[in-house]
């Protein structure tokens, strides 16, 4: 898919300036040229990757439905570039009339559907989860599997619009407390920090420098009193990428992916016999013991992933 991601500019909670992600999806070369270069006109440097526009999102949706692209709203609650991040509390008061021209959004690592099905407002949105292009090795740490005719930009749209039968069968991702913005960060005391609701200082030291973590966001911005999904929303299945496994090193995660050929495989069809042929017992225990949720999971905040370990 021809994509790019876009920063706009909102006025931002408390009278900061806020800015968010989109991914903008589009069918043709010929569309993303034009589109790119009606973007150069609202950005500084239009080579360098995701610089800030000086579009709102409001504005941004027009310009890409111009070019017959999809926009979808980027890891919607990490704490510094995302709508309710540091935009605002609701994603209507973003793009107003134009609230239904969205259809799917992206949850980002630190957030799964049971957190964002704590919002009244994203209860038709199709949700995404997607690793991005920043670096190879993290590519399907989280994916979605679609049910679609065949592969092509129109499919995958009404894939995302859940029509003519097309939807998102399943997300895959992580545990969201394995995110780096899972938890509130104290920049000041540098470690993460328990805050509730309303607070928005520092328990410990007072200070006002809290990275809020996306869960304590959602915590402050939720309107449901009971966690209900939508009939139709797919399963969320978590996912322990080999990185984050105990005993699982480069070269380890190197032979595996020489023999399984991807991760997916490894996490989802090759069995506790296989991998112990490859790469030992200890490390096939690990990976099958990560598989079964058989670990406890340390929640990630101000930029650190969360850990695993397995007693
Ligand atoms: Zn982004
Ligand atoms: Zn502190």
Known sequence: MLGSE??????????????AHNVCFFPYLKDIKAFSNELAK??????????????????????????????????????????????????????????DKIFAVELGLSSDTFLADEISELENKTFVTNSDAHSLPKIAREYNKMLVEDISFQEIVKALKNEDGRKVLANYGLDPKLGKYHRSFCEDC????????????????????????????????????????????????????????????????????????????????????????????????????????DIQVHSGGGGVYGKVTIS
């Open 6 to 19: 876009v920063e706009t500019s909102e006025k931002g909670r408390g009278g900061k300036s806020g800015s």
């Open 42 to 99: 609202h950005v500084k440097n239009i080579t360098l990757s995701t610089q800030r526009s000086d579009l709102s999102g409001y504005e941004l949706i027009d310009m890409v439905e111009k070019y017959n692209g999809i926009l979808i709203p980027a890891h919607i609650f990490t704490p510094h570039k995302s709508y309710y991040g540091n935009c605002s509390n609701r994603l209507q008061d973003i793009f107003k009339e134009k609230y």
């Open 190 to 293: 540098n470690d993460s920090i328990e805050i509730d609701e309303a607070a928005t200082i520092c328990p410990k030291c007072g200070g006002q420098n809290i990275t809020f973590g996306v869960f304590d966001r959602i915590e402050l911005i939720k309107d449901k009193k009971q966690t209900k999904s939508p009939e139709n929303r797919p399963p969320y299945i978590y996912q322990v990428p080999l990185s984050f496994i105990p005993g699982v090193g480069g070269k380890t995660i190197e032979k595996l992916l020489n023999h399984f050929e991807t991760e997916m495989n490894i996490l989802h069809k090759v069995s506790e016999d296989d991998i112990e042929a490859v790469a030992g017992k200890k490390v096939a225990k690990n990976i099958i013991s990560s598989i079964n949720g």
